[in-house]
Each structure stands twice: as structure tokens, then as C-alpha cells.
T-cell receptor, first 116, second 112 residues
Framework: ETGVTQTPRHLVMGMTNKKSLKCEQHLGHNAMYWYKQSAKKPLELMFVYSLEERVENNSVPSRFSPECPNSSHLFLHLHTLQPEDSALYLC???????????????FGPGTRLTVT | EDKVVQSPLSLVVHEGDTVTLNCSYEVTNFRSLLWYKQEKKAPTFLFMLTSSGIEKKSGRLSSILDKKELFSILNITATQTGDSAVYLCAVGRNTNAGKSTFGDGTTLTVKP
């Protein structure tokens, strides 16, 4: 158990659905991250929140909408996704954040998303 | 643009062999280099390196950073089948600008 939990672990959704991914960290960290990992591609950083403020948004399509209501919770709201959005979505947290992968990150188990 | 390049992309060895994984980088305002191991889903942290020439060690794994030549190596001695995984290198900056800086990873397979 890494202290970072994600739900659901698996999600199948149609292109017209709206769903949300949830991440919770129990480590008292100040920064949280969303990553996308597609088959045979490197880990892609999507969003970073530091002290509940979004500090990085790496050209992610607007059909992905993050929300960080407090330092322990992070959501990724999904709307009108495409089949190419099917991937493993990983949440991570770190004590602090200064840029890139600057601090040790603790990853959740991921949500395997399939868009049909 | 920031860049992290890992080599080799994949490697197959037998138990007991020693392996060296490489990570080279070009990053603006470098702060740290981190190594992760990813077996099935979540990457798990191995090392964080911030200073040149200081080896970090954990059991059979060790890593060192060269900030002049801009690379790091991860060594695994006496490999075991449980070492089979994807090893990821990531670089951190002191500023927010720029994209994520994870490498493609090296897939290590250790055969019995």
C-alpha cells in the first residue's frame, strides 16, 4: 500500500459518457499529479497541483478536466472522450513541487480506462 | 525542449548477471534525477540524485549522477527474476516551465 488510492481501478465508457476518476493521498503531501500511460509510450504528465493550485497543464485536451478540492483529493473529470484516450491513468503525490519530477513521487495503482 | 533519453530500450539477461541502465538528459534549470521501477502498474521510487559523483545504494541496486556529462546510470548486480520490470528515469527542475520529463524506460527481463 503506497498511501495513494485511486478509484475506480477499471472503467469502460462510451464516447458520450461523463465519468470521473478519483485519487486520494494519505501522506500529507502538498502536490498531486495526473499522468497518462499508453501502451508503448512514456509516462505523460497531464496536470500538477501544488497546494491545491494548478501549476502545470501540459496541453491536455479540454475533455479532461482536473479538480483539486483540497490537498488530499484529486479528480479527473472525463467528457466526450475518444478511443485513443484509452490508457492507464496514474495519480501521484509528492511532498512538494518545483518543476518536472523534482521530488520523490508516490503513485497510486492507476485506473485502466477503455473508451468504446 | 527538455529531453530524457534512456538506453537500452530493452535488455534480456540471466539471473546473476550485472546490468547497467543509462539515462541522459537535457533539462533547463536541473534540480534532480530520479529512478523508478514499474513492475505491473504503479511506479515505485528507487533513488533521487541531486549531486554529481555521490553513489546511492540500496541492496543490489546503485546509482550515480554525472552533472557535467548530463547522465546517470543505474546498476543492478546479481540480478534476480524479481528485478524484471520497466525502469524509468525522470528529471526535475527548479522552475515550473516545460513538460514532464520522464524517459521512455528500459524494459529489463531477467531469465532464470
Amino acid at each position: 500500500e503506497t498511501g495513494v488510492t485511486q478509484t475506480p481501478r477499471h472503467l469502460v465508457m462510451g464516447m458520450t459518457n461523463k465519468k470521473s476518476l478519483k485519487c486520494e493521498q494519505h501522506l500529507g503531501h502538498n502536490a498531486m499529479y495526473w499522468y497518462k500511460q499508453s501502451a508503448k509510450k512514456p509516462l505523460e504528465l497531464m496536470f500538477v497541483y501544488s497546494l491545491e493550485e494548478r501549476v502545470e497543464n501540459n496541453s491536455v485536451p479540454s475533455r479532461f478536466s482536473p479538480e483539486c478540492p483540497n490537498s488530499s483529493h484529486l479528480f479527473l473529470h472525463l467528457h466526450t472522450l475518444q478511443p485513443e484516450d484509452s490508457a492507464l491513468y496514474l495519480c501521484a503525490s509528492s511532498q512538494d513541487y518545483s518543476g518536472g519530477a523534482s521530488y520523490e513521487q508516490y503513485f497510486g495503482p492507476g485506473t485502466r480506462l477503455t473508451v468504446t | 525542449e527538455d529531453k530524457v533519453v534512456q538506453s537500452p530500450l530493452s535488455l534480456v539477461v540471466h539471473e546473476g548477471d550485472t546490468v547497467t541502465l543509462n539515462c541522459s538528459y537535457e533539462v533547463t534549470n536541473f534540480r534532480s534525477l530520479l529512478w523508478y521501477k514499474q513492475e505491473k502498474k504503479a511506479p515505485t521510487f528507487l533513488f533521487m540524485l541531486t549531486s554529481s559523483g555521490i553513489e546511492k545504494k540500496s541492496g543490489r541496486l546503485s546509482s550515480i549522477l554525472d552533472k557535467k556529462e548530463l547522465f546517470s546510470i543505474l546498476n543492478i548486480t546479481a540480478t534476480q527474476t524479481g528485478d524484471s520490470a520497466v525502469y524509468l528515469c525522470a528529471v526535475g527542475r527548479n522552475t515550473n516551465a516545460g513538460k514532464s520529463t520522464f524517459g521512455d524506460g528500459t524494459t529489463l527481463t531477467v531469465k532464470p
